[in-house]
């Protein structure tokens, strides 16, 4: 068993999006450091460091055969959701560990404000070089969408970090495990299509999960009431994400000016929450700092904020391509990365037990992957044959009304 407890948080917080990701690491970074000498020490399945190369090709060939028949650019983007998901917690401990540099709320905040600046350019380009305009968001698209995207993350951070009070690490991974099912249900409930029997390779994926987190289980009721509040608020988030990208105002939003407009209200919302947590202690810490140190503080904070950007813009794409549990789904697979990065990268280990959840979690989104695209293909004839039906009914109307004339 690697990490009793911290290892809990790498291999299962699968649906978590990077600031929450960012708020875990501030949890469990004691829980890390006092048990990396006891992670080196624990028994389990030790993996070569030509291991981790070769298990992500293997996992690119398993995205290759699951999604293949989508086309390359969601190959693509979910190899790129994917990387940039199972290596965000190592670059944001890289800047807690390495520089002390324990303010999760700013470096969140940072995160933010790199995507909204780079999304800006992206769209100011291609307006200069395509005459592409960048979309405004009407005041009721702004206020009842984008800010609830925004503000349905901070809360779900919270509620995490609550729960992470009152409950184990592993019990609030297990829990955390649901949120796809939490998705299938809001999908439902905003009118979006969704088939019923695509529930069984989500409850594939939300077992495996469950099988792959080790660690003391205690339980709370106060503790699980937040985990499950924190589920449905990432549930809301990637569902209104959806709705946007692939419903009446698919056309207007796209993942980079999506992410630009979300980035605004979402840069204001941790500023509060920094100044409110951490107060000006981060600002005070680089000011205390030799050059030297404040520039490799700043060179790895450009890192965590590079894949940090990659990782909103593959997600917003994947979400486009795959709908709102798809996505979730397709985020599980990085458990794999995640913990294999972490025997490479920190000693740990991984016990079989895991190995079977992570298989399983592999097979439940292939399955969901196969099933949806069958499902859209019968959606798709039945939506053509309807036309077909219903131009070949206009016709007759037209030829009775002029034989009667």
């Not at 299962?12 to 999006?17: E, K, L, P, Q, Y």
């Not at 592993?170 to 299509?193: D, H, K, N, Y």
């Not at 992410?259 to 000006?280: C, D, F, K, Q």
């Amino acid at each position: 068993m690697y990490l009793p407890a911290a290892g809990a948080a790498a291999a299962s917080a699968t649906s978590r999006d990077l600031a929450e990701v960012d708020n875990d690491l501030q949890n469990i970074l004691a829980l890390l450091k006092s048990h990396s000498e006891h992670s080196k020490e624990s028994q389990g399945v030790q993996a070569p460091f030509l291991l981790y190369p070769l298990t992500f090709g293997l996992i690119t060939c398993v995205i290759v055969v699951i999604f293949g028949g989508r086309g390359w650019k969601v190959v693509a983007s979910v190899m790129v959701y994917l990387m940039s998901l199972s290596t965000m917690k190592l670059t944001v401990k890289w800047v807690f560990v390495e520089y002390a540099f324990r303010f999760p709320k700013f470096v969140t905040m940072l995160h933010f404000i790199c995507g909204s600046l780079i999304c800006v350019a992206v769209l100011l380009k291609a307006r200069s070089q395509q005459g592409t305009p960048i979309r405004v968001p009407t005041v009721s698209e702004f206020l009842c969408m984008i800010v609830p995207i925004a503000m349905t993350a901070s809360c779900s951070i919270a509620c995490d970090n609550m729960a992470l009070g009152f409950s184990s690490v592993a019990f609030t991974e297990i829990v955390g495990s649901t949120t796809s099912l939490f998705t299938v249900a809001l999908v439902v409930m905003l009118g979006m299509p969704f088939e019923i029997w695509l529930v069984v390779p989500t409850m594939a994926v939300v077992m495996g999960c469950a099988v792959s987190t080790v660690g003391e289980i205690n339980f709370s009721a106060l503790g699980l009431i937040l985990c499950l509040a924190a589920n449905a608020f990432r549930s809301t988030k990637v569902a209104l994400q959806q709705k946007l990208m692939t419903g009446g105002t698919k056309e207007k939003f796209d993942p980079c000016t999506l992410l630009m407009w979300v980035s605004l209200p979402s840069v204001g919302i941790m500023l509060l929450a920094s100044l409110a947590t951490e107060g000006l202690a981060p600002y005070r810490q680089m000011a205390s700092m030799d050059t030297p140190t404040l520039r490799g503080l700043w060179m790895t904070l450009g890192v965590s904020c590079g894949n940090a950007v990659l990782l909103n813009l593959a997600q917003l794409v994947v979400t486009k391509d795959l709908g709102a549990v798809g996505s979730t789904l397709v985020s599980q697979a990085k458990t794999v990365l995640t913990v294999l990065g972490g025997m490479v990268v920190f000693g740990e280990s991984v016990t079989p037990l895991e190995l079977v959840g992570f298989l399983e979690v592999l097979a439940g989104v292939y399955a969901y992957s196969v099933m949806e695209m069958r499902s859209k293909q019968r959606r798709a004839i039945e939506q053509v044959k309807q036309e077909q039906a219903e131009a070949l009914a206009q016709v007759q109307a037209a030829g009775g009304a002029g034989a009667t004339s």
